[in-house]
């Protein structure tokens, strides 16, 4: 069984940067698919990120490309996302998620895909 858990979240100005983190325990995460999901309030989840297993590829949602990075420790079992330069409509609920059975490019978007979830941190861009 996999656990994850994310923090980083906070409160920050247009323009500002934050990095999430998603510490797994329980099983090594280094040959899962990795991704990063937002919900904000009455919106759908929507894929933001997402990372291969073996690290070599990432994908990003258009919204987040050239701003937002995802990236993978694996010595410390941790995901990341480092966000730059943050807009009000990147107010969300932030949440990791990981699968070790996701190979096919158009499954990394999918939320539906991932077996393993975190809790979530909020993360509020002010203008």
């Known amino acids: 069984q996999v656990h994850l858990v994310e923090s980083g979240g906070g409160l920050v100005q247009a323009g500002g940067s934050l990095r999430l983190s998603c510490a797994a325990s329980?099983?090594?995460?280094?040959?899962?698919?990795k991704a990063w999901f937002r919900q904000a309030p009455g919106k759908e989840r929507e894929f933001v990120a997402a990372?291969?297993?073996?690290?070599?590829?990432?994908y990003y949602a258009d919204s987040v490309k050239g701003r937002f990075t995802i990236s993978m420790d694996n010595v410390k079992n941790t995901v990341y996302l480092q966000m730059n330069s943050l807009k009000p409509e990147d107010t969300a609920q932030y949440y990791c998620?990981?699968?070790?059975?996701?190979?096919?490019?158009?499954?990394?978007?999918?939320?539906?895909?991932?077996?393993?979830w975190g809790q979530g941190t909020q993360v509020t861009v002010s203008s």
């Open positions: 990372i291969s297993w073996s690290g070599g590829s990432t």
């Open positions: 329980g099983r090594t995460i280094s040959n899962y698919a």
């Open positions: 998620a990981a699968d070790p059975g996701i190979f096919r490019y158009i499954d990394y978007y999918q939320g539906t895909k991932y077996h393993y």
